[in-house]
């Protein structure tokens, strides 16, 4: 089929796709404004339906390809909304002539189809290496003294996540994410999150009672991270400007925090204030109860805790964070960090990078799930943990990131400070 028959039939069927104004300047060199099908050209060119060759020419005498028909079929039917009935009658002949090929082009053929097109995919990949030393203490719970060693721990595990974002209508939208981990040592079974695939999050967003309000499973990082980053299943609401303000309750997805042997019942505000263009200073209270009788450790029936932070710009390229923290525990109820920054890896940015050194001391009862990494002595929240770490990130390539980190760690408890826990990190990112 020639490419000029092509054009003037796609230009009849397409008409008012491509609208009735067009550019005055030639849209490819080699079709002169005099030429009988230079108005169809151009409109198809604006429309977006035809684009030419890299070198600016149309070459209407080349003969065209079943393949190549299909790309430009493909493009009229996703503006087939702004065609009239005889048009989308040629249309949707069209489709039918070309069907096997529009099916290798993965075309959506019906209007359903069409709809899930406002969903957009996108995903992440991340290859984790990470150990502890060897020489772990273990200690006895209730004369709270050390009574030997217990092995080291070596993970190697790839993590996987495909990100869902959905247009629900032009105030409300949907997320979704798919998240799975896969051992990449050892027999396949796989111990914890290791070879499962979940639904983390899965929530929808928009405005009601004057705030920005999410329902479903969201993840909660608050302030700097350092008392909680998890996942909630439940709803918040977030309202402000200057004070931005964030109020949640529901039920904490994980198990395994503040010495819970169940699901947790969480409520809290968390509060950011924007005291210039480069300081924030933040703070928040939370609660925490479940079926465990917290009042062994806790001076009730709920965990409270309370923390206050900032971060700020020191300079160019410099910054600091800080934090400090307690719970209504007993014993071991303090936590606080600081961190300065240099720099910063942006994975759009290839060769861009940052490094990092902090200090944290996050004593046993204190934070129900920190943002750290390998943040206690031995891998093992009730010895707690104090020390420092150092930190590098590195963008080989766009949409990837490479990250390495070292801390040197003892327990808060006096019996165990005098050994100490050594970890060690190397990942890779991919995003797409």
């Known amino acids: 089929m020639k490419k000029k028959l092509v054009a003037s039939l796609a230009a009849a069927m397409v008409l008012s796709v491509a609208g009735t104004s067009f550019a005055a300047s030639n849209p490819f060199v080699d079709v002169p404004a005099k030429h009988w099908a230079y108005d169809s050209v151009t409109k198809l060119a604006q429309a977006g339906i035809v684009d030419g060759y890299g070198d600016g020419t149309f070459r209407g005498d080349k003969v065209m390809s079943r393949y190549e028909m299909a790309q430009i079929v493909a493009k009229a039917m996703a503006r087939s909304d702004k065609a009239d009935a005889a048009q989308k009658a040629a249309i949707d002949k069209l489709a ?19 709809n899930a097109s406002s969903i957009k995919v996108s995903g992440e990949a991340r290859l ?91 993840d909660y990082f608050l302030n700097n991270g350092m008392m909680i980053d998890s996942t909630l299943n439940g709803v918040q609401f977030e309202f402000g400007n200057t004070v931005k303000t964030r109020l949640f309750y529901g039920n904490e997805n994980h198990n ?78 303090k936590a606080y960090f600081a961190q ?32 750290f990494d390998g943040p206690y002595a031995f891998d093992y929240q009730q010895l707690g943990g104090k020390g420092y770490e150092l930190g590098f990130a590195y963008v080989p390539m766009k949409n990837s990131l490479v990250t390495l980190k070292y801390a040197d760690l003892k327990s ?12 060690y990190l190397a990942q890779m990112e991919y995003f797409f």
């Open 96 to 114: 039918v002539e070309f069907a096997s090929e529009l099916e290798g082009l993965n075309v959506r053929m019906t209007k359903i189809e069409k």
């Open 128 to 218: 984790r290496w990470e150990d502890f030393a060897s020489d772990k203490v273990s200690y006895n719970k209730e004369e709270y003294r050390s009574t030997g060693t217990v092995p080291g721990k070596s993970d190697f595990v790839i993590r996987t996540r495909i990100n869902l974002n959905g247009t629900i209508n032009d105030d409300w939208s949907y997320y979704g994410r798919l998240q799975g981990f896969t051992n990449l040592r050892g027999d396949g079974k796989g111990e914890g999150d290791d070879n499962k695939l979940t639904l983390d999050n899965a929530f929808v967003k928009g405005p009601l009672f004057g705030a920005t309000t999410t329902v479903g499973r969201f």
């Open 256 to 333: 395994d925090i503040l010495y819970a042997s169940d699901y947790a019942r969480v409520a809290g505000i968390a509060l950011n204030y924007a005291a210039s263009k480069d300081t924030n200073i933040n703070g928040g209270y939370y609660t925490f109860k479940n079926n465990h009788d917290y009042q062994e450790i806790y001076e009730s029936d709920n965990a409270k805790v309370w923390e206050v932070g900032f971060n700020t710009k020191l300079a160019n390229d410099w910054g600091l964070k800080a934090s400090y923290g307690k719970s209504n525990a007993y014993i071991q109820n």
């Open 340 to 371: 300065v920054d240099y720099k910063g890896a942006d994975r759009t940015k290839v060769n861009s990078y940052g490094a990092w050194v902090g200090y944290r001391h996050l004593e046993a009862a204190v934070a129900p799930k920190t943002t």
């Open 412 to 423: 808060t408890f006096d019996y165990a400070s005098d050994v100490k826990s050594k970890y």
